[in-house]
């Protein structure tokens, strides 16, 4: 049966659905824009929102997994990832899918003390109540050229340079997706949270100069932040950016996907 990814036009959601196509297999997407490319490319993908649950749960017909990569730093606007999360879990229990799997934040939770992890906890919390299994990866720091750009375009005073952070790279993070759709399984219900913490602990300014070092044709440091979305990045700095928790399993290990140390 099919896997959907949502939200395609993003573009760590469109290279997962590249990248489910060489695995054989029917693979859906939707997208804002951008469909002809993947269609192109041989993902069946259909035009809309990403709040746009009608057109969603149409495309969710006879789907067995639905992938969901919620919005990062790249998208301050926590309210706008909350509409459209809890939009996508409605569309996903009116198209009775089978499966659901969903990218968040490490410290992800309806309480956080950011906007954006608690937008991401109140996602989660909607899809943890459908019935139906729900696999929620929380992750790091997306090593995005996105990410870098804007980080680097905010001016981030030196006692945020100086956080740690445990970058995840953007394709170990896919090959960990494509890993859970191949593991499917008889499960009917349940949420089972797993974490995917970057191998290597840095401060950000040392990972920043190691993106700078990685892209020597790009001009970074291009996105200047408002002073509203500034605040909400500074505010999810804060971290955290791993997952301590003993009850949570570590995914690379769960789902056997080897990380390279960087």
């Known amino acids: 049966m099919p896997v959907l990814v949502h939200a395609a036009h993003r573009p760590v959601a469109r290279a997962l659905a590249l990248r489910l196509v060489v695995e054989g297999g029917q693979v859906r997407a939707t997208a804002r824009d951008g469909v002809a490319a993947l269609r192109a490319q041989g993902v069946f993908t259909a035009s809309c929102d990403p709040d746009d649950e009608g057109r969603l749960e149409a495309a969710l017909t ?105 970058q995840v790279a953007v394709d170990d993070l896919i090959e960990l997706v494509v890993s859970i759709d191949q593991a499917r399984s008889r499960a009917t219900d349940g949420h089972l949270v797993v974490a995917a913490d970057g191998p290597v602990r840095r401060t950000l300014e040392d990972q920043l100069a190691l993106a700078a070092d990685g892209a020597p044709a790009r001009r970074l440091g291009r996105r200047v932040p408002t002073p509203g979305s500034r605040a909400a990045l500074l505010a999810t700095l804060a971290g955290p950016w791993w997952t301590d928790d003993p009850l949570v399993p570590d995914a690379w290990a769960l789902f056997d996907v080897p990380v390279a140390r960087p």
């Open 62 to 166: 006879r789907v067995h997994t639905l992938v969901v990569l919620l919005g990062g730093l790249g998208e301050p606007d926590a309210d706008r990832i909350r509409h459209e999360g809890e939009s996508a879990a409605r569309a996903a229990a009116g198209a009775e899918v089978q499966r659901v799997v969903l990218v968040t934040l490490a410290g992800a939770h309806p309480e956080a003390a950011d906007p954006l992890r608690r937008a991401h906890g109140r996602v989660a919390a909607a899809f943890a109540a459908l019935p139906l299994p729900t696999i929620e990866v929380r992750t790091g720091l997306l090593g995005t050229p996105v990410t870098a750009d804007l980080l680097l375009g905010a001016g981030l005073p030196e006692e945020e340079r100086r956080r740690i952070v445990a």
